[in-house]
């Protein structure tokens, strides 16, 4: 505990120094605090049993909590917030991880290129691609005048335009992943005899599992919290959570949002627990230790 | 292994539900009907989806939208419209039959052209309500010497605080001129020529800083309600309800500006009978007469107005007391000046 | 052995072992390809070719072409100055009543209308009165109806509309026209969009100083705290950056309304209320909110790997912490500061969703314009070339981003 009033200083610090390291902690107390306050602030609010977006005075109630599991517009956005984000992610995460572990393979042809191409739809701002998106889902195959398949307001129409949006998270979080792989260990896997697919369930996978396990998480948050794409290429049918919400911010309906945004950031808080565990794990298993 | 098929196959099969949209056997199709939201579709669906549900067994989907007729005509384009009834206000109205977005309307099919209000029989449209847009204030702020005119929207000495007025130039540039003293007569005169427009925003420029905007229709009770605004414009209908809920609203009725709303089909919906028989079960007095109960917007057939409970009439923009200055907008001036006066609508937003 | 050595060397089917090396390495290089090719297929053809479809529909007149052919044709030796013969009166009537005939009248004169305020009634009217008529002579008749079918401009405007391609999007983009005599700009009160990119640049960039400004520090405390303690503070930048944006706008809106809890508190405290919710203020409140952890990311993992024997051998051979700190420490955090910028900046360039809840009119950017014209004024010509232009500038820091920064080196988490 003498640590803290030395604030990590060398004895030969001066006075000055002190002074201005205390500036420094306060600083990025107030900096911590901005990120993390407004956060923390719509909590009380969702218990408040009035209709304002008010703190709770004497009373609080679940009445916005109730209304978000149970009125039909609430609960039929979290059932097309969770198919959508669902199929995205496991398209994103299938294309994503394939194409980081061809990025990988030592002497990629053009790489710096392919990989600006495939990260680009995180890039380009989402209004521009939900734009563009809107005007080709209305054709997409292009062959006729007359299209033979529309993918506006259709679910599948959404969930191809979130795992397009998906995809670059996948494709960097596997590349990090694999930047540390040791090759070696695929040649001594195949040297043992062991055919191709066998030494990519029991060699690659479980290395590159956490990247991918985090890829899929950023690709699930991806889809889960797009708002932009649904709203120009979705109908009502495919109406999602974060839609819903900014409907309500928009039209101020009632402090179930509230409800809904104190849900949401339980679950940031489960992603963000899970993706620090993967983390974890595969520095243990390089045997990386911090 | 038997468990990874049998979720294989699950996925699967909800998979194939989900995106291909597999739908149930129905006898009657079901109908997707596109209005505003808030308020209003509530009052809609009491008055009308709900009892239709019932009587005929159609399912109606009930779609919200801002007009954004853009991807009704990118459906068309596309061949694919799933919109089968569609609210319209009377610019989109206009507009869109133009464009060939909505149907050429057979009257047959609904009632006689004769039996609606004049102006509300259009070509792909018929009307459904009247309703108007005017000024509210908090009489919470204001207890005594209360607003009573449209002056008083553009004094701010008088009544010190914000507004909140409709992002759009239609309607605000109106009302400007008739602030300024301009006679109502003259109006859509003056604002077809640059002195007249620069003479209506030179008006809006003295409250310029006291104004906040507002964009979607359940906006402004709340802006009311919040604190955030002492005055605002509004649609009637939304200040009605708000006062019907224990809010001290009041609303001004002064050069009310008057308009309808209607019902289209869309061009090429896939339900077309049945959105006629929609409208039909909408247009009938009686069930017309009942979304006045709901929302303070008066019925399009004379009929229905008669049927009208005498206690709600008052607070309806046909009340004759409230049409006294009452102001109607010229639509075939917005059709052609829209886009422009919009430019330069936000251009003077921006300054 | 190099390969040229290899190339004597035979396997042992008699084949030069430079070929078969050369041969493997093809098919790993193959098998690579492979596993990345439906990736980028998928982005080619559902991304790339989209976004080409859409810059080419900024340039194409879609309302009007292939409905004024007659009308073209007849107006190719027009001088462009006086007004055209009845020919051209003519072709333009026959023009008209086949497009009243499908419903396409309207169409065409809203896209009229763009350049010529105004012709929309013009047109509605003249629409009519031509269906009626079984012959000529058209020129009187259109004159007497609307005097404005004497006005060379309006035929001008005709002219190029009849065309595939068009100008008028991307010069009204950026507040030019095509005026009498060639191209000028646009009255003053009808300029918007120059504004709007300047605003739009000036957010972004006031965005990502304060993310540097305010991330730095942080990530300098987190990078040289013990790894227990900074797990700990890393929390408070990780939550935000894990929450929805949606919930974090909701969360500033709520903050920051006039009976906001931020407004209670200053009621408290000073007895006054302030206008924060709809204004720039709130604009750049939300979006350093929600940029930071992005700038601040970056910068940590570029400081994480700079040793600490650096500062401390500076500070060893004399230099004060200040000079220790800026001369042996700072120059080495500049790729992460470069790519956190970088980073913020062009995602701040595309905001919609935070301007649009919390921003008032003046804070509307490029992004929210593009959504006004496609769903609201339905002018997809005009969002095009809007979303055309923010998208070569996205581009252009793009590819700047990856010749600084190295696209193989953004990290996330």
């Not at chain 1, 909590?65 to 992610?89: G, H, L, M, P």
């Not at chain 1, 985090?214 to 109908?235: K, M, P, Q, R, Y």
């Not at chain 3, 008699?14 to 982005?43: C, H, S, W, Y």
Request: glycine fraction near 6%; charge should be neutral; hydrophobic fraction near 50%.
């Amino acid at each position: 505990m003498a640590y803290l009033p030395q604030l990590g200083l060398p004895a030969y610090a001066s006075a000055s120094e002190r002074a201005w390291r205390l500036f420094f902690f306060a600083f990025c107390g107030l900096v911590l605090l901005f990120l993390i306050s407004p956060i923390l602030i719509v909590l009380p609010i969702s218990f408040n049993p009035t209709p304002f977006l008010s703190f709770p005075k004497d009373d609080w109630s679940l009445r916005w909590y109730e209304d978000f599991f149970f009125n039909d517009r609430w609960t039929t956005a979290v059932k097309n917030s969770v198919i959508i984000a669902f199929f995205s992610t496991i398209l994103a995460t299938s294309l994503g991880t394939l194409a980081a572990l061809g990025l990988s393979r030592p002497n990629f042809p053009a790489r710096a290129a392919v990989m600006a191409v495939l990260i680009s739809p995180m890039i380009v701002p989402v209004v521009i691609t939900a734009a563009a998106l809107f005007f080709f889902y209305a054709n997409p195959l292009m062959v006729t005048s007359q299209p033979l398949l529309i993918l506006n307001n259709t679910y599948a129409g959404v969930i191809l335009a979130h795992t397009l949006l998906a995809t670059p998270f996948v494709v960097i979080t596997v590349t990090a992943t694999l930047t540390g792989f040791d090759q070696s260990l695929t040649r001594a896997g195949a040297s043992l005899g062991g055919s191709p697919a066998l030494v990519f369930r029991r060699v690659i996978l479980p290395l590159i599992a956490p990247g991918v396990i985090s890829g899929a998480l950023f690709a699930f948050v991806t889809s889960w919290d797009e708002v932009i794409c649904v709203l120009f290429i979705g109908s009502s049918d495919q109406r999602t959570l974060p839609r819903q919400m900014f409907s309500g911010i928009r039209e101020m309906i009632s402090p179930t949002i509230t409800a809904a945004a104190a849900v949401l950031i339980a679950l940031a808080v489960v992603m963000l627990v899970t993706v620090e565990l993967l983390r974890r794990r595969t520095e243990r298993l390089r045997g990386i230790r911090t | 292994m038997k468990s990874e098929l049998l979720i294989k196959a699950l996925v699967a099969s909800a998979a194939a539900a989900c995106v291909f949209g597999v739908h149930s056997a129905k006898a009657a199709e079901p109908l997707t009907i596109v209005s505003w939201g808030g308020a209003y579709s509530d009052s809609q669906r009491k008055a009308y989806y709900e009892p239709y549900m019932k009587q005929t067994g159609v399912k109606i989907t009930e779609e919200e939208y801002d007009a954004e007729l853009g991807k009704l005509k990118a459906m068309k384009e596309a061949g694919n419209v799933t919109w089968d009834v569609i609210d319209v206000d009377s610019a989109h109205a206009l507009s869109g039959c133009d464009e060939g977005l909505f149907e050429k309307l057979d009257y047959s099919k609904i009632a006689d052209t004769s039996k609606f209000l004049p102006g509300t029989a259009l070509d792909c449209a018929v009307g459904t309500i009247a309703y108007s847009t005017i000024f509210a204030f908090n009489a919470d702020v204001y207890k005594d010497n209360q607003p009573s005119v449209l002056e008083d929207l553009f004094d701010t000495k008088k009544y010190p605080g914000k507004r909140a007025l409709l992002k759009k130039p239609f309607g605000n540039l109106e009302w400007a001129l008739l602030a300024d003293g301009v006679p109502a007569g003259d109006v859509y005169k003056l604002l077809a020529t640059p002195e007249g427009v620069d003479r209506a925003f030179k008006k809006l420029d003295t409250i310029k800083s006291d104004i906040v905007w507002w964009e979607a229709g359940a906006q402004p009770p709340e802006l009311l309600a919040n604190g955030q605004v002492v005055m605002t414009s509004a649609f009637n209908g939304r200040i009605g309800n708000a006062i019907k809920e224990g809010k001290n609203f009041k609303i001004v009725w002064d050069r009310q500006e008057f308009d309808w709303d209607y019902w289209a089909i869309p061009a090429d919906s896939k339900h077309v009978e049945g959105a006629y028989d929609f409208i039909k079960f909408a247009s009938d007095p009686k069930n017309m007469s009942q979304q006045s109960k709901y929302i303070a917007y008066a019925p399009t057939r004379v009929e229905a107005i008669a049927m009208v409970d005498p206690k709600i009439a008052p607070t309806l923009p046909t009340y004759p007391e409230n049409m006294k200055t009452a102001v109607t907008t010229d639509l075939q001036f917005w059709a052609d000046n829209n886009e422009d006066l919009t430019k330069r609508f936000n251009a003077w937003l921006a300054q | 052995m190099s390969l040229a050595e290899a190339a004597f060397i035979q396997a042992v089917d008699g084949v030069p072992l430079k070929i078969k090396l050369a041969r493997a390495e093809r098919k790993r290089k193959l098998k690579a390809v492979g596993l990345v090719l439906p990736l980028f297929l998928f982005v080619v053809i559902t991304f790339l070719s989209p976004l080409l479809v859409m810059t080419l529909k900024s340039v194409e007149n879609e309302e009007t072409f292939g409905r004024l052919d007659r009308t073209r044709e007849a107006l190719a030796s027009w001088s462009g100055q006086d007004l055209p013969d009845e020919a051209a009166f003519a072709a333009l009537a026959a023009d008209l009543k086949i497009a009243g005939e499908q419903r396409l009248a309207g169409e065409i004169a809203k896209r009229i209308n763009y350049e010529f305020p105004g012709a929309q009634s013009k047109f509605k009217t003249i629409t009519r009165k031509v269906a009626a008529m079984e012959t000529g002579p058209y020129r009187e008749t259109f004159l007497s109806t609307d005097a404005a079918w004497g006005n060379p401009k309006l035929w001008r405007v005709i002219q190029g509309a009849s065309g595939k391609y068009t100008a008028y999007y991307w010069l009204s983009a950026v507040d030019l026209r095509q005026g009498a005599s060639g191209i000028e700009q646009v009255p003053a009160n009808q300029a918007v969009f120059l504004d709007v990119y300047g605003r739009t640049f000036w957010i972004a960039g006031l965005v990502t100083g304060l993310t540097l400004v305010l991330g730095f520090p942080v990530a300098y405390l987190l990078a040289t705290q013990p790894a227990s303690r900074a797990n700990v503070l890393m929390i408070f930048v990780m939550l935000p950056f894990w929450t929805s944006l949606l919930v974090r706008t909701t969360a500033w809106f709520v903050l920051l309304r006039n009976e906001g809890p931020l407004n209670d508190l200053a009621q408290l405290l000073i007895g006054s209320r302030f206008d924060m919710i709809f204004t720039r203020f709130a604009t750049i409140l939300a979006m350093t909110h929600i940029q930071l952890p992005f700038t601040l990311l970056p910068i940590y993992s570029v400081m994480k790997t700079i040793p600490p024997s650096h500062v401390r051998a500076a500070r060893s051979l004399g230099a004060g912490p200040f000079l220790a700190f800026w001369r042996v420490y700072f120059p080495q955090t500049v790729p992460g500061i470069a790519a956190g910028c970088l980073l913020t900046f062009i995602l701040s360039l595309g905001y919609y969703i935070t301007p649009a809840l919390v921003g008032g009119p003046r804070d509307q950017m490029v992004s929210n314009y593009v959504s006004y014209y496609m769903n609201n004024i339905i002018n997809f010509g005009q969002a095009s070339a809007l979303g055309a232009t923010l998208l070569i500038i996205t581009l252009v820091l793009y590819w700047a981003y990856n010749r600084l920064v190295g696209i193989d080196k953004m990290k996330l988490g």
